[in-house]
């Protein structure tokens, strides 16, 4: 039995804010923005839609393009960090909005590396049990709902956005779209990247609202110098496990957390920048929705073809990083 991607989709918010926005509400300015990250501009959602909201029409793009309608769905897996409400989970309410009353729903939360846990999950199952047909894996964030806009160290980074993939069992034997996989946990550094109130530990009272708890906090040097090496060790791995070599890889499709980030990624793996995916500059850092966003944007480009090989890597909060290869 072979799993291959039927289809993709993704979905930003209409409205952008510009660094130069940022510069009438922080102490910061373009210059910076643009020479330390590679960021441009972000999306950021209206008041009234939530992730469930983002997510919503990226799955129903993603759908569409492979041609199903909910109810054909067997699991709905939603990535994210910024679920509508603790429970029920986000993948409940979009199984009600897609009409997927045959599928069983659930959140997963692995910060920036969302999409990737979830594709490794969502393949798994399939594989697990013949009876599940297609999955729908979304990965999807309302970062502005937990961004302190007072903090300059954060609040240029980030951005909303949701991007999602179906994955079909296709019922015959052939090729394989995951080809291998290497991802990793370390709960060693939990705190150098947390949102620290809002769970059990720290609940809601007025003095976390007033400390400003209720939002991301990143250590943000110790995470760039870990982010790089713990990806480029996980694609060597990932790539060495399948027996691919770097020249193979069509595209390297990274987490967009940082554009010099990336551009070390690229250099260490030795894949010239024009075959590494990168929009960073237009949506900042959309955590568990980023690759699902590059992915779509590639396949919609036609840049790329069936069999070809994309390799996808992710680094974020937890600490959670990794990398999957992909034959499209
Ligand atoms: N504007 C102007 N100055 C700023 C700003 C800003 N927006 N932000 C920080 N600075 C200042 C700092 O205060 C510091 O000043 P100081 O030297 O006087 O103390 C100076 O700029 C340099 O700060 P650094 O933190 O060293 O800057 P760096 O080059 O490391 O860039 C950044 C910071 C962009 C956060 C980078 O470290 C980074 O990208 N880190 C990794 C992020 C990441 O990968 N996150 C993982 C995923 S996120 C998730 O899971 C939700």
């Given at each position: 039995m072979?799993?291959?991607?039927?289809?993709?989709?993704?979905?930003?918010?209409?409205?952008?804010?510009?660094?130069?926005?940022?510069?009438?509400?922080?102490e910061t300015s373009d210059e910076w923005i643009r020479t330390r990250t590679g960021i441009q501009e972000r999306r950021i959602a209206a008041p009234e839609q939530a992730t469930s909201d983002l997510a919503y029409e990226a799955g129903?793009?993603?759908?569409?393009?492979?041609?199903?309608?909910?109810?054909q769905l067997s699991v709905i897996i939603v990535a994210?960090?910024?679920?509508?409400?603790?429970?029920?989970?986000?993948?409940?309410?979009?199984?009600?909005?897609?009409?997927?009353?045959?599928?069983?729903?659930?959140?997963l939360e692995a910060?920036?590396?969302?999409?990737?846990?979830?594709?490794?999950?969502?393949?798994s199952l399939m594989k697990a049990n013949p009876k599940y047909k297609y999955a729908l894996v979304i990965g999807a964030e309302k970062l502005s709902s937990i961004t302190d806009w007072t903090d300059r160290n954060t609040c240029v980074l980030f951005g909303d956005g949701a991007g999602a993939v179906v994955l079909e069992n296709t019922g015959a034997e052939g090729a394989d779209c995951l080809l291998a996989s290497d991802l990793h946990a370390d709960g060693g550094y939990a705190d150098i990247l947390i949102m620290p109130a809002g769970g059990s530990r720290m609940p809601f009272t007025a003095e976390t609202l007033a400390n400003h708890m209720h939002s991301i906090h990143m250590a943000g040097r110790e995470t760039f110098k870990l982010a790089v090496n713990?990806?480029?060790?996980?694609?060597?791995?990932?790539?060495?496990?399948?027996?691919?070599a770097p020249s193979?890889?069509?595209?390297v499709v990274p987490h967009q957390a940082n554009q010099r980030i990336i551009q070390a990624v690229a250099q260490r793996l030795d894949v010239a920048n024009d075959r590494v995916f990168e929009n960073i500059g237009h949506y900042g850092n959309t955590s568990a929705a980023s690759i699902g966003i590059c992915l779509d944007e590639i396949i919609r480009s036609g840049d790329i073809e069936r069999g070809d090989y994309l390799l996808l890597t992710a680094f974020g909060g937890g600490l959670t990083w990794g990398a999957i290869l992909l034959r499209y």
């Amino acid at each position: 039995m072979s799993i291959r991607i039927a289809g993709t989709g993704s979905y930003v918010p209409d409205r952008v804010m510009t660094n130069a926005d940022l510069e009438k509400m922080v102490e910061t300015s373009d210059e910076w923005i643009r020479t330390r990250t590679g960021i441009q501009e972000r999306r950021i959602a209206a008041p009234e839609q939530a992730t469930s909201d983002l997510a919503y029409e990226a799955g129903k793009r993603a759908l569409e393009m492979a041609g199903i309608t909910g109810d054909q769905l067997s699991v709905i897996i939603v990535a994210t960090i910024t679920p509508d409400h603790v429970f029920p989970s986000t993948g409940c309410i979009l199984q009600k909005r897609f009409g997927a009353s045959n599928a069983f729903c659930f959140d997963l939360e692995a910060a920036c590396s969302g999409l990737l846990y979830s594709l490794e999950v969502g393949h798994s199952l399939m594989k697990a049990n013949p009876k599940y047909k297609y999955a729908l894996v979304i990965g999807a964030e309302k970062l502005s709902s937990i961004t302190d806009w007072t903090d300059r160290n954060t609040c240029v980074l980030f951005g909303d956005g949701a991007g999602a993939v179906v994955l079909e069992n296709t019922g015959a034997e052939g090729a394989d779209c995951l080809l291998a996989s290497d991802l990793h946990a370390d709960g060693g550094y939990a705190d150098i990247l947390i949102m620290p109130a809002g769970g059990s530990r720290m609940p809601f009272t007025a003095e976390t609202l007033a400390n400003h708890m209720h939002s991301i906090h990143m250590a943000g040097r110790e995470t760039f110098k870990l982010a790089v090496n713990a990806m480029v060790s996980a694609c060597k791995k990932t790539l060495e496990d399948a027996n691919v070599a770097p020249s193979e890889i069509r595209m390297v499709v990274p987490h967009q957390a940082n554009q010099r980030i990336i551009q070390a990624v690229a250099q260490r793996l030795d894949v010239a920048n024009d075959r590494v995916f990168e929009n960073i500059g237009h949506y900042g850092n959309t955590s568990a929705a980023s690759i699902g966003i590059c992915l779509d944007e590639i396949i919609r480009s036609g840049d790329i073809e069936r069999g070809d090989y994309l390799l996808l890597t992710a680094f974020g909060g937890g600490l959670t990083w990794g990398a999957i290869l992909l034959r499209y």
